[in-house]
């Protein structure tokens, strides 16, 4: 893999944690007696469900995708559930390794961006969190799509004006990542978040690290 002169970056689940950050929440807004783990596990396929459908809002899809899944499982849904969720993703951390890494790479001269299925206003929140400033926020709320949309990377490389081969994406989900971004030809890097297993695919990452320290070590 040649040395590029950008960097872009899934936002949730590659450098803030999603995960956590979801399950916590979600504890916290339906109560303890909600099973937050099925919950998780069955929210996770219909909200890419609903990003493949037509463009709405991502604060509209976190509404829609967490009633269909406390309706799929017999829970009572109230409008204020998605409410605090929405109002939550913002305040969400990022991984302990994030801002070294990030700013490591800005100090080496990478220029830095970020590809997210998200709004804008949610994702400024979650930039304060990051406290590394980035050269181009390319978000589905500007685009009017979802990844795994390719407009999303075709708008990224159009704003970092560079060729796909200059480019590096890195991203969390072989599916919304790796392989939008190998169809335009970016070399991609998968991190597996506490080492998740990698699903079986054609399309398959020219590298995985663990974390952006093993992204670092590569660069």
């Known amino acids: 893999m040649s040395s590029p002169t950008a960097i872009t970056f899934d936002c949730y689940g590659t450098l803030i944690d999603w995960e956590k950050g979801i399950k916590r929440s979600s504890q916290r807004i339906l109560g303890e007696g909600y099973p937050v783990e099925e919950i998780y596990e069955r929210w996770r396929q219909i909200e890419l469900d609903i990003v493949r459908g037509p463009y709405m809002l991502y604060r509209d899809v976190l509404k829609r995708s967490l009633e269909h899944t406390l309706g799929k499982i017999g829970l009572e849904y109230r409008p204020s559930h998605g409410n605090a969720l929405v109002e939550a993703v913002g ?109 079986k695919e054609r399309v398959k990452p020219d590298v995985t690290v663990d974390d952006l320290g093993g992204l670092l070590a590569l660069l």
């Open 91 to 199: 305040s969400w951390s990022p991984f302990a390794d994030v801002r070294h890494s990030l700013s490591t790479m800005r100090q080496r001269g990478y220029k830095l961006a970020i590809i997210s299925n998200i709004d804008n206003d949610i994702l400024a929140k979650s930039l304060e969190h990051i406290g590394v400033p980035f050269d181009a926020l390319i978000t589905a709320e500007n685009v009017r799509v979802y990844k795994p949309s390719t407009k999303m990377f075709e708008t990224a490389l159009r704003q970092l004006n560079l060729p796909p081969e200059k480019v590096m994406h890195v991203g969390c989900s072989i599916l919304l990542d790796i392989k939008p971004a190998a169809k335009m030809g970016i070399p991609t890097v998968l991190v597996r978040r506490s080492g998740r297993m990698i699903p």
